[in-house]
């Protein structure tokens, strides 16, 4: 990497700091994440299973071995982990799950376990429709919601044994006053692990509470017999499903992620009260941003959010904004869209006298001047300084080189940064 970057600054002591390597958090970057009686997760490098994580402990998530950063979220679904169910015909659900109709079915609980490191329980569906509809499962009972709240349901689901013979689509179904949705999707028997669906819906109409339900269409008189395994399922306040947020084993519960806090002090960094720096990002936003939540990517501030250089993804969509905070007061310049779900990269060079330029993916910088030329302290990575307008987002490599980039070289590095 220090090659490349002697290559494309010009520039022959340019050492670069790399701060995220291949997703891996490096010192003195760290990362705070509080959790009571939680667990977060993150998928691992193969694709398909998931791990749990304890508060304070970073996230490398998928197959691109990521550094997974996320803002706050409650699942309100008390039993993601499928707990209390009982084998049997009919069996017993799992606490809190109930039916909400059968039309006539027959049903058992078939099977609990663990695949793909998700609790899972099996329900089987059987015999023939006394009239054409859905089958329905509750996942808990209705929670509080309020006009104009953005919620996203979301499950793990596949065939477990049986088939699909005269079955029709499963749909994530999510209800809040006059705010309705209905995804559909077929289920397959894949690894659990991958068949994450999800449904938003926002609440109107005087909305006072939100239900979710997993349906399966079936035809009157056409006999069915198929199982399905459930897992992971979650009820959370946001534009897209977040990943998996889990109470701990044996205690089934409403239960809270925290932010994740990426930081370090820029005296950590070598780094001086100016912020004189060239930062260069690659990840990946798997969601552009939702209305009236900005995604942070990358701040330097003073401790607080009032003097302070930011790139951020703008709420209600995918553009890339430069800005600068000077005594609360703000300008910006925007460096184009990224393209939620694809790798993008960012170089970002503040000259330590009160101007800072942007590079998207190797494009011509833009730049915003009088900014602050003192009293920076801390960089961040996902959040601001409030830990709000959090990125919900992976980041493959963070590279830190202890001067500013000119504009004439800005573009090449950035275009340069490993992927």
């Given at each position: 990497?220090?090659?490349?970057?002697?290559?494309?600054?010009?520039?022959?002591?340019?050492?670069?700091?790399?701060?995220v390597l291949a997703?891996?958090?490096?010192?003195?970057?760290?990362?705070?994440?509080?959790?009571?009686?939680?667990?977060?997760?993150?998928?691992?490098?193969?694709?398909?299973?998931?791990?749990?994580?304890?508060?304070?402990?970073?996230?490398?998530?998928?197959?691109?071995?990521?550094?997974?950063?996320?803002?706050?979220?409650?699942?309100?679904?008390?039993?993601?982990?499928?707990?209390?169910?009982?084998?049997?015909?009919?069996?017993?659900?799992?606490?809190?799950?109930?039916?909400?109709?059968?039309?006539?079915?027959?049903?058992?609980?078939?099977?609990?376990?663990?695949?793909?490191?998700?609790?899972?329980?099996?329900?089987?569906?059987?015999?023939?429709?006394?009239?054409?509809?859905?089958?329905?499962?509750?996942?808990?009972?209705?929670?509080?919601?309020?006009?104009?709240?953005?919620?996203?349901?979301?499950?793990?689901?596949?065939?477990?044994?049986?088939?699909?013979?005269?079955?029709?689509?499963?749909?994530?179904?999510?209800?809040?006053?006059?705010?309705?949705?209905?995804?559909?999707?077929?289920?397959?028997?894949?690894?659990?692990?991958?068949?994450?669906?999800?449904?938003?819906?926002?609440?109107?109409?005087?909305?006072?509470?939100?239900?979710?339900r997993w349906r399966?269409?079936?035809?009157?008189?056409?006999?069915?017999?198929?199982?399905?395994?459930?897992?992971?399922?979650?009820?959370?306040?946001?534009?897209?499903?977040?990943?998996?947020?889990?109470?701990?084993?044996?205690?089934?519960?409403?239960?809270?992620?925290?932010?994740?806090?990426?930081?370090?002090?820029?005296?950590?960094?070598?780094?001086?009260?100016?912020?004189?720096?060239?930062?260069?990002?690659?990840?990946?936003?798997?969601?552009?941003?939702?209305?009236?939540?900005?995604?942070?990517?990358?701040?330097?501030?003073?401790?607080?959010?009032?003097?302070?250089?930011?790139?951020?993804?703008?709420?209600?969509?995918?553009?890339?904004?430069?800005?600068?905070?000077?005594?609360?007061?703000?300008?910006q310049s925007d460096?184009?869209?990224?393209?939620?779900?694809?790798?993008?990269?960012?170089?970002?060079?503040?000259?330590?006298?009160?101007?800072?330029?942007?590079?998207?993916?190797?494009?011509?910088?833009?730049?915003?001047?009088?900014?602050?030329?003192?009293?920076?302290?801390?960089?961040?990575?996902?959040?601001?300084?409030?830990?709000?307008?959090?990125?919900?987002?992976?980041?493959?490599?963070?590279?830190?080189?202890?001067?500013?980039?000119?504009?004439?070289?800005?573009?090449?590095?950035?275009?340069?940064?490993?992927?």
């Open positions: 990497m220090t090659a490349a970057i002697h290559a494309v600054t010009g520039i022959s002591n340019a050492t670069g700091r790399p701060l997703g891996v958090l490096q010192s003195p970057l760290t990362l705070q994440r509080a959790q009571v009686a939680t667990l977060a997760t993150a998928q691992a490098s193969n694709g398909t299973n998931w791990a749990e994580f304890g508060g304070n402990q970073a996230r490398t998530h998928g197959s691109a071995s990521r550094l997974l950063v996320e803002g706050q979220r409650s699942n309100l679904l008390r039993n993601p982990r499928c707990e209390g169910a009982v084998i049997g015909t009919p069996g017993t659900l799992p606490t809190f799950w109930s039916f909400a109709g059968t039309l006539g079915l027959s049903t058992a609980v078939t099977g609990t376990g663990v695949e793909d490191g998700l609790a899972y329980v099996d329900i089987r569906f059987f015999g023939t429709p006394t009239s054409t509809g859905t089958v329905q499962v509750n996942h808990d009972v209705a929670s509080p919601a309020s006009d104009g709240q953005v919620w996203t349901y979301s499950l793990f689901s596949r065939v477990s044994a049986g088939s699909l013979a005269n079955v029709g689509n499963a749909t994530l179904a999510a209800t809040a006053g006059t705010g309705t949705t209905n995804a559909t999707y077929t289920l397959a028997s894949a690894a659990l692990g991958t068949t994450r669906r999800s449904s938003t819906v926002t609440a109107a109409g005087g909305a006072s509470s939100i239900i979710v399966l269409a079936v035809t009157s008189g056409q006999p069915v017999d198929v199982s399905v395994r459930f897992a992971g399922v979650q009820l959370e306040q946001g534009p897209a499903a977040s990943t998996p947020i889990l109470p701990l084993a044996g205690s089934p519960a409403s239960a809270t992620r925290g932010t994740d806090l990426v930081s370090a002090t820029l005296s950590a960094l070598g780094i001086a009260g100016n912020g004189r720096a060239t930062l260069g990002w690659c990840g990946v936003i798997p969601h552009a941003a939702g209305a009236g939540a900005s995604q942070t990517l990358l701040q330097i501030d003073g401790g607080d959010d009032n003097n302070r250089y930011t790139v951020l993804n703008v709420a209600g969509g995918s553009v890339i904004r430069l800005q600068r905070g000077l005594a609360g007061a703000t300008a460096a184009g869209s990224m393209t939620a779900g694809t790798l993008f990269r960012l170089g970002l060079s503040i000259d330590g006298a009160g101007r800072a330029a942007l590079s998207l993916n190797g494009g011509a910088p833009i730049a915003v001047t009088g900014g602050a030329v003192s009293g920076l302290a801390a960089l961040r990575l996902g959040t601001t300084a409030a830990g709000l307008a959090a990125m919900f987002g992976e980041t493959r490599h963070l590279q830190l080189l202890p001067f500013s980039i000119p504009d004439a070289r800005l573009g090449a590095f950035t275009a340069a940064l490993p992927g």
